[in-house]
Nanobody
């Protein structure tokens, strides 16, 4: 079971990036998946999660309206479209899968997820 993130990089304030995550070793269909981020010295935080069945989404307030999570079960992939990036979005972004789904913003808790990728760095500069 493996998750591999791609698409990180450097971008200027106001720019956009799209992250992708491909799952291997299992079918992501039916599994909730999500994106998380972490900066040095801080706890990992949930950015956006998507349920496995009906594709219900939950976003952190700080990214609501700017980021969009989506999934393509035929490719075993999820994506994170990030628009209007600002310096506070700079972080290592992680893909995660196989969660215990809970309603509301508690769905963003990293402790809900059991499988993690290695991360991809996103750097937003002024």
């Amino acid at each position: 079971v493996q998750l591999v993130e791609r698409g990180g990089g450097s971008v200027q304030v106001g720019g956009s990036l799209t992250l992708s995550c491909v799952a291997s070793g299992f079918s992501s269909r039916g599994y909730c998946m999500g994106w998380f981020r972490q900066v040095p010295g801080k706890e990992r935080e949930g950015v956006a999660v998507i349920s496995g069945t009906i594709g219900k989404t939950v976003y952190a307030g700080s990214v609501q309206g700017r980021f969009t999570i989506s999934r393509d079960n035929t490719k075993n992939m999820i994506y994170l479209q990030m628009n209007s990036l600002n310096t506070e979005d700079t972080a290592m972004y992680y893909c995660a899968a196989d969660c215990t789904w809970v309603e509301g913003h508690r769905a963003l808790a990293p402790s809900n997820f059991r499988v993690w990728g290695q991360g991809t760095q996103v750097t937003v500069s002024a």
